[in-house]
């Protein structure tokens, strides 16, 4: 493979990466925005098309790969973190990219999800998260509201729901963000981020299936009251939403608040909160925002640190082993210790 480093030499567009293949996501659906941003977005990476793969578990969001011109696996239920760990360790070289659902990666596949996170694979996890189970025609899944009425819940569901972002934190994620299928150029920017960085990187993708669980993210895109429900987090900037811009996160002792600048004579800008990527404490208070109908919920990149890349780690002990015991030889090794004939 050849080296996947930013090459301004390679030059595609998004046709680039479109397939022959029909797509056959419902008309309306959120997916067709996050794929048509992901093909915009690869050709900027100057990375050949080659040295690109999309892995994929089950679930609408997991028919991916098919309109990708790239590599790539659609795999079994919830197992799309293990194939594409497998496939990155063996070949580090590889832009690998995991795409799966709310019930893919948090259900059946919560266990590798987690596992890949503590890892720290160079890998990109996009989360489409409907917060319903919607190949399998509207189920509560696990990211479904508490009291979520479906196919499966007649009477709402008893479950707590699973919060992603608060899962990947729990599971020392080295990069923590979150986007919206309506806001295309938000998306984009997130997914040049993740690529930038180096470990696994988490982006949790509202998207919203307008067949079984429309309007599931209405007060986060309707144009009259979004800025006032979400906070578009920059780091080192304070943290300020609201349609008139006048609303931010304060703390006091600890305990976070919303202040009105305009109308509370005694606060000020320097009363609110600044972003800092890097504060595992202030990432876990923004995430615990995302079902509280008191606070607006954060969409930007909710935590990023350089943290040791597992490849790395694993080629060193590689190096190490050759270095005290030589390169090795398979066949020498088969033929060792007791050995015996079935005839």
């Avoid at 948090?106 to 996890?125: F, Q």
Wanted: charged content about 20%.
């Amino acid at each position: 493979m050849a080296d996947i480093k930013n090459n301004n030499s390679i030059e595609l567009s998004r046709m680039d990466f479109v397939t022959d293949q029909t797509v056959k996501w419902c008309p309306g659906c959120g997916d067709y925005s996050i794929l048509k941003q992901t093909q915009r977005v690869l050709p900027d990476l100057g990375i050949p098309r080659e040295n690109f793969l999309f892995i994929s578990g089950i679930g609408c969001s997991s028919r991916f790969p098919y309109y990708m011109n790239t590599y790539g696996f659609h795999t079994i239920h919830g197992r799309a973190a293990a194939i594409a760990s497998g496939a990155k360790l063996a070949n580090p070289e590889l832009s690998v990219w995991v795409i799966t659902g709310d019930g893919d990666a948090l259900s059946i596949g919560g266990n590798h999800t987690i596992h890949l996170l503590r890892r720290n694979i160079d890998i990109n996890i996009l989360l489409f998260n409907n917060r319903i189970y919607g190949l399998t025609k509207g189920q509560y899944s696990p990211t479904s509201e508490l009291g979520k009425v479906t196919k499966s819940t007649p009477m709402g569901s008893l479950d707590r729901p699973f919060n992603p972002t608060s899962l990947a934190l729990g599971s020392q994620a080295s990069f923590v963000a979150r986007t919206i299928d309506r806001k295309p150029k938000h998306i984009q920017s997130i997914l040049k981020s993740a690529h930038a960085h180096k470990g696994t990187s988490f982006v949790e993708i509202y998207q919203n299936c307008n067949i079984f669980n429309d309007g599931a993210y209405e007060n986060l895109t309707n144009k009259k009251v979004a800025l006032d429900n979400t906070i578009e987090l920059k780091h080192g900037q304070p943290m300020i939403f609201g349609k008139d811009h006048n609303l931010g996160i304060h703390l006091d002792c600890n305990v976070p608040k919303i202040i009105d600048l305009d109308n509370d004579k005694n606060v000020s800008i320097d009363d609110v909160l600044v972003h800092d990527e890097k504060d595992i404490v202030r990432a876990s208070m923004l995430s615990s925002f995302t079902y509280d109908d008191d606070f607006p919920t954060p969409i930007g990149i909710i935590y990023a640190v350089d943290e040791p890349i597992y490849e790395n780690l694993l080629q060193d002990q590689i190096d190490l082993a050759i270095e005290k015991q030589g390169k090795g030889d398979f066949e020498a090794l088969l033929n060792s210790g007791n050995t015996w004939e079935v005839k």
